[in-house]
Nanobody, 121 residues
């Protein structure tokens, strides 16, 4: 069993910052990549940022220069530092991870339950 648990969401004023965390737990041999997605009401889910095992990262254009993704391999945790937040960033943010549970087994994708981020004055 593998679980991803997000934390750090909440209500923040425009221009403010939040830091999201997503911790993976359970039977894990290796995590190849971790990523953050978001889904705003009435919109499709979209990739925000991703980090691979070699610490290479990629970002959606709409967050470049404002958000930073990082991971702590020892804790199986990925973070998303979000700065200069605007109302357009309001969404449910979810993390996912490409996880190999045992040596030689296939890679599977796991999702967290999501955390609400609301940017409003």
């Amino acid at each position: 069993q593998v679980q991803l648990v997000e934390s750090g969401g909440g209500l923040v004023q425009p221009g403010g910052s939040l830091r999201l965390s997503c911790a993976a737990s359970g039977s894990i041999f290796r995590i190849n990549a971790m990523a953050w997605y978001r889904q705003a009401p009435g919109k499709e889910r979209e990739l925000v940022a991703a980090v691979r095992s070699g610490d290479s990262t990629n970002y959606a254009d709409f967050v470049k220069g404002r958000f930073t993704i990082s991971r702590d391999n020892a804790k199986n945790t990925v973070y998303l530092q979000m700065n200069s937040l605007g109302p357009e960033d309001t969404a449910v943010y979810s993390c996912n991870a490409e996880i190999v549970r045992h040596w030689g087994s296939a890679t599977n994708i796991y999702w967290g339950q999501g955390t609400q981020v609301t940017v409003s004055s």
